[in-house]
């Protein structure tokens, strides 16, 4: 199994209304986001995928959001899960395999949220593949 990321990084701003602190205020963030697809095999060529066109997928879907303030270009509360969630999709909706396993969002220093989908068994439990 192949796996394959990229990074890209924009500035935004939002406020958590709901949020009992100083994030309850607008503040801004340099966020940086990770994007990784799972390939199982290689083109004639011997990529995966070209990691050059992966850039430029993630770069134009996170351009929606640099220099804007998320709670303006979100329709639900911009915290880094959500915007993890929402940023999965734009790239699962517009890559043109369906081989992306997951997206991190990087707030701040020290800090990382991961969005991926696991299948779910019927008991609502994620299926881990053992």
């Known amino acids: 199994m192949y796996i394959l990321k990229v990074e890209a990084g924009f500035e935004a701003a939002h406020r958590l209304s709901e949020y009992n602190g100083p994030c309850r205020r607008l503040h ?3 966020y940086v986001v990770q994007a990784t697809w799972k390939m199982a095999v290689l ?3 011997g990529m995966a995928i ?3 066109i992966l850039k430029k997928l993630l770069r134009s879907v996170l351009s929606r959001f640099d220099h804007q303030s998320l709670n303006t270009v979100m329709t639900n509360v911009p915290t880094a899960e959500n ?3 929402v940023i999965f999709n734009y790239l699962r909706d ?3 395999c369906g081989c992306l396993a997951q997206v991190a969002v990087v707030e701040t ?3 990382c949220v991961i969005y991926r ?3 779910v068994t019927k008991t609502g439990i994620p299926h881990r593949g053992d």
Do not use: C, F, M, Q
């Open 50 to 52: 070209d990691l050059v």
């Open 94 to 96: 517009e890559s043109y």
């Open 28 to 30: 801004g963030h340099s």
């Open 117 to 119: 989908e696991e299948p």
């Open 109 to 111: 220093r020290g800090t």
């Open 43 to 45: 083109d004639a060529g």
């Open 83 to 85: 915007l993890a969630k």
